[in-house]
């Protein structure tokens, strides 16, 4: 038993268990290393309007709210945002005292160096160089390791969640635990708890190409929604435009070697292969508008003229580029290719979830005891699409925000109604996997199907058939879950259908084109879909 119980190694799980430690047990558990998360992988940076005197003279919140507002096409939930943001200050100060160590202005070192992305009206965004998240991650990680009442979990896979529902109290649906492999013994432990928070991250493992790690196979999303949590608006899945791109290079890494958004804050352009900057031919705002508008125009130009992909042109910035971006040439140049000669070859990639479990403004999911923060949750910040740099504020701030609301309704100590009692685990048949092909097969048909069929630009007709694919392969993925022992391979298939379910289902329900959700059977924005799209398992 532990007072606490953290899926997930992201910004909103290690800063919620720094936080809850002082309060009480706090276990976390990953289901790869400590540094396998989405949090790891932000190059650009985390948005906050700092205090007067920190920031830009220029900016305030009510500009960061209505840039957030614009992105979101008209689907953000105004009192998130206004919340979120208005708390971005005081997350980046706790972020400061845990050892993360921002970009200092070079002209004066009580300022920090402030970036601008996309979608963005003013520049505030924090930065270490460019690899911000790694910088926030390893900070966080090194304070809970010092505290004793921290226990950090690295090979421990959740299988599903515990609660009171799924073993027959319906009247009183709360969270118990969760079912956990142990990857390295292939144990099956039950690990008890009456709070657990979710912080798995999202989803870009359910496409063929994504700037995500291996680790984004959509598990807490899976989980959740196995156990009747409502799940909104995952049909907004956010394609980042600048995705390297250079068939001639090998390895998983190269074929999803994010380059920043902050790359064309500092003043990079989109050009197609005659030196074009097509993105002007869209969107006044160029290679700054909003990612939904850039990826698209980006989609649209490679089908008009049958390229590969278009390219990015650091020019503009000189040697800046390599100074201020050193991560993202040193890597190119591994790649073979060097930015400062030549644009850099790009196209879209699955970034990020807009929706998720729903909660609302402390974390709370429909499952009492059970909360969710940072991607794998939806509380209304992002709407249709994703600002930049907002996702690593919106963890930060509303795993402060769910320890808050913990403590005021079941604090550690608190008697907590005895639940019923827990059964061992029951898989299937305990025999291995015998073809592994088959596993593998149907993992690259679900990434295939969802890149062909559920990507930037979407139909009716398209949808119809990942759906009946998606049903074939669901019925695979019960025969491997249910006939042999379990394996990461197995539960990371399992939820990716699942996950991939969710997205088409959710898709098919709206009948018209908002931020990343674009269809041609229904090219415009209609007032009648101004609200959520919201699903859940009876």
């Known amino acids: 038993m532990t007072d606490f ?81 208005g708390e971005g200050a005081e997350t980046i100060l706790e972020l400061v005292t845990w050892g993360t160590e921002f970009d200092r202005d070079e002209h004066d070192e009580e300022r920090y160096s402030l970036g601008k992305e996309g979608g963005h009206s003013e520049r505030r965004i924090l930065h270490a160089k460019d690899t911000t998240g790694r910088e926030i991650a390893t900070s966080l990680i090194e304070t809970a390791k010092e505290h004793p009442n921290i ?91 600048t995705c390297f791109y250079n068939p001639a290079a090998t390895g998983p890494e190269a074929r999803s070697f994010l380059v920043s958004e902050a790359v064309r804050g500092e003043g990079a352009v989109l050009v197609n292969d005659e030196g ?45 580029f390599a100074e201020r971006f050193p991560f993202i040439h040193e890597t190119l140049l591994s790649f073979g290719h060097n930015a400062l000669e030549k644009p850099i070859p790009v196209v879209p990639a699955a970034h990020y979830q807009c929706g998720g479990v729903v909660t609302d403004l402390q974390g709370k999911t429909t499952i009492r005891g059970l909360y969710a923060v940072g991607e794998v949750a939806c509380t209304g910040l992002h709407g249709a699409n994703r600002l930049a740099s907002n996702s690593l504020l919106e963890g930060n701030v509303m795993a402060r925000r769910a320890l808050a609301e913990i403590m005021r309704l079941y604090p550690p100590g608190k008697e907590v109604p005895p639940g019923p009692e827990i059964p061992e685990w029951e898989s299937g048949n305990a025999a291995p996997p015998d073809e592994l092909v088959n596993i593998y097969h149907a993992w690259d048909e679900l990434r295939r199907t969802m890149q062909d069929y559920v990507s930037i630009v979407r139909t009716d007709n398209r949808l119809r058939r990942a759906a009946y694919r998606l049903k074939n392969l669901r019925r695979e993925v019960k025969e491997f879950y249910w006939g042999h022992t379990v394996t990461p391979d197995i539960l990371e298939l399992r939820n990716l259908v699942a996950t991939a379910s969710i997205i088409i289902d959710s898709a098919l329900l709206r009948k018209e084109s908002r931020g990343s959700h674009h269809t041609l059977d229904y090219p415009e924005k209609e007032e009648r879909f101004d609200q959520d799209t919201v699903l859940r398992r009876f």
């Open 151 to 241: 226990t950090l979990l690295e090979g421990h896979y959740a299988i599903d969640l515990i609660t009171t529902g799924k073993l027959g109290s319906v009247t009183d649906d709360r969270i118990l635990g969760a079912y956990v492999l142990e990857t390295a013994t292939g144990e099956v432990k039950t690990m008890e708890s009456p709070r657990v928070i979710l912080a798995t991250g999202g989803c870009g493992k359910t496409y063929l190409y994504t700037t995500n790690p291996d680790s984004a196979t959509g598990d807490g999303l899976a989980m959740s929604w196995r156990v009747g949590a409502s799940i909104a608006n995952m049909e907004f899945i956010q394609f980042h435009p």
């Open 5 to 85: 119980l953290v899926i997930g190694s992201g910004i909103a799980g290690l800063s919620f268990a720094i936080k809850a430690a002082k309060f009480g047990t706090v276990t976390v558990i990953t289901k790869g290393n400590l540094l396998e998360s989405n949090t790891a992988w932000a190059q650009g940076g985390i948005s906050a309007v700092l205090p007067e005197g920190l920031r830009d003279p220029d900016d305030d919140c009510a500009k960061h709210i209505a840039d957030t507002l614009d992105a979101g096409a008209g689907l953000c939930h105004e009192d998130a945002v206004r919340i979120i943001v």
């Open 276 to 320: 074009h900057e097509f993105v002007n031919d869209h969107d006044p705002r160029g290679s700054l508008a909003p990612r939904d508008i850039v990826a698209r125009a980006i989609d649209t130009e490679i089908k008009r003229t049958g390229a590969s992909c278009v390219f990015l042109d650091v020019s503009p910035l000189g040697e800046h």
